[in-house]
């Protein structure tokens, strides 16, 4: 792919993710998960990390609460700061997948990855709200980006510096910090940087990797200890989305059947009794009631986990009140995802022989298996989506070059 092209992509990339967002932009707050932007403020103006000034929490992981608040720090508290930075994540990560797709596959299949990841509608759509997918997504790109060009290769006679596996370790560590259902899926990472290149000081590399990872996670854990009294490696919320997924089926959630399941506000419900207790108090009581209908019906879990797994690739999204057409949103659906998946199978199929396809299925893999366990809307496969889409480039690099070959073979 030239420059230009390179340039004129970038440029299309922006233009759409800063269109979009000024045109569902309310001119006052980010749309999306709105806890994010307070805990931001709060954060800044009172130095606590918290929805209420003087009562901590840990809800959220801290990685795009801090995200927002150094972007605010600079701006004078402008949304459009995140909506801009977001453009820009998006866009690199555009880029970034360009290049993975042309060091796993060829030059064709990277200027095919660039052009679905620019125009893919979820990057779009995410880059103008305060979700965490579009944060994700970019450190998702990168860590694989660091590691497959340079990180396997740290140490030994001919090798390059270990600063790219150091960089990488430190992007997977922020991806922690930032969603915690992603933490299986780094040490997966670990391990492709470790030993996806198949060369000696496999173990040094390891811990070169897992160093910056374990440093960001454990000041958030120590903080928790401190804080919330609390081991919570990820966030509070744990037990409660485990009780969810055991009690309430994922189509129910949102919906009336939602409220008759769980009990009406107000209603003395086993939920309502754990949801009123302090904080970690309640993630443990909600993880322990968990663990004991876990027990009971073992055989629902399991089936449950497998329709999540499953589910969480599902073309349309489900029924619910969306603001935009929901005609729109099944036709883009079906144009996007309905070419990349079948695609990205394909890629996975006639590409695993190469070295790096394998991991990048393993992460994507473990992701799906992580969020199976509890709850996945499809929102949840956006982050794992850079290395989707290089699956994808590889299959239709492969068809292009079968269907080539039987153009000349006719001729």
């Known amino acids: 792919m030239s420059r230009k092209e390179l340039l004129l992509g970038l440029a299309v990339a922006l233009a759409l ?34 929805y209420e000034p003087s009562v901590p929490t840990a809800q959220r992981e801290p990685g795009y609460t801090l995200f927002i608040a150094g972007l605010y720090a600079v701006s004078g508290r402008s949304p459009w700061a995140v909506i801009l930075a977001q453009a820009v994540l998006s866009a690199a990560t555009a880029w970034m997948i ?8 060829d030059a064709w299949a990277g200027r095919f990855a660039f052009w679905t990841a620019v125009l893919y509608p979820y990057f779009i759509y995410y880059s ?15 860590v694989f980006l660091l590691v497959i060009r340079h990180g396997a290769r740290a140490f030994g006679a001919d090798a390059e510096r270990p600063t790219a596996c150091l960089a990488a370790g ?17 040490a997966t990472a670990a391990a492709a940087a470790a ?19 374990a440093a960001l996670v454990g000041i958030w854990v120590v903080r928790n200890l401190v804080v919330m ?17 055991l009690k ?16 009406r506000p107000g209603e003395d419900t086993e939920f309502h009794r754990l949801s009123g207790l302090p904080e970690a108090r309640s993630n443990e009581a909600f993880q322990s009631a968990a663990k004991r209908l876990l027990a009971e019906r073992p055989g629902r879990f399991l089936a449950g986990c497998a329709g999540r797994f499953f589910g969480i690739w599902r073309l349309m999204p489900r029924d619910r009140a969306y603001t935009h057409n929901t005609a729109l949103v099944r036709v883009l659906a079906l144009l996007s995802d309905g070419c990349i998946l079948p695609l990205a199978l394909l890629g996975l199929y006639l590409g695993r022989s190469r070295p790096w396809v394998p991991w990048m299925a393993a992460f994507v ?31 239709a690099s492969r068809v292009k070059a079968r269907l080539l070959k039987q153009d000349k073979s006719e001729s």
């Not at 103008?128 to 990168?142: C, H, K, N, Q």
Request: aromatic content about 12%; overall charge positive.
């Open 98 to 105: 360009c290049l993975l797709a042309v060091l796993v596959f």
């Open 229 to 245: 009294r609390s081991f919570i490696p990820a966030s509070s919320l744990v037990g409660i989305q485990m009780y969810w997924a």
């Open 170 to 186: 430190g992007l997977a560590g922020w991806m922690c910090l930032t969603n915690g259902a992603l933490n299986p899926a780094v």
């Open 17 to 50: 993710r800063l269109g979009f967002s000024a045109s569902v932009f309310d001119g006052k707050r980010l749309g999306g998960s709105n806890e994010f932007e307070t805990l931001a403020v709060n954060l800044l103006d009172h130095g606590v990390y918290g």
């Open 128 to 142: 103008a709200y305060s979700f965490r997918e579009t944060l994700l997504s970019f450190l998702v790109a990168a």
């Open 365 to 395: 893999f473990v992701v799906a298996l992580t969020y199976s366990v509890s709850h996945a809307p499809i929102r949840y496969r956006v982050p794992v989506m850079p290395l989707v889409m290089v699956l994808a480039a590889g299959g």
């Open 248 to 263: 309430v089926p994922y189509e129910a959630l949102g919906t009336e059947e939602q409220n008759r399941i769980l009990g």
């Open 195 to 213: 030993f996806g290149s198949g060369r000696p000081w496999r173990w040094k590399r390891a811990l070169v990797f897992a160093a910056p990872v």
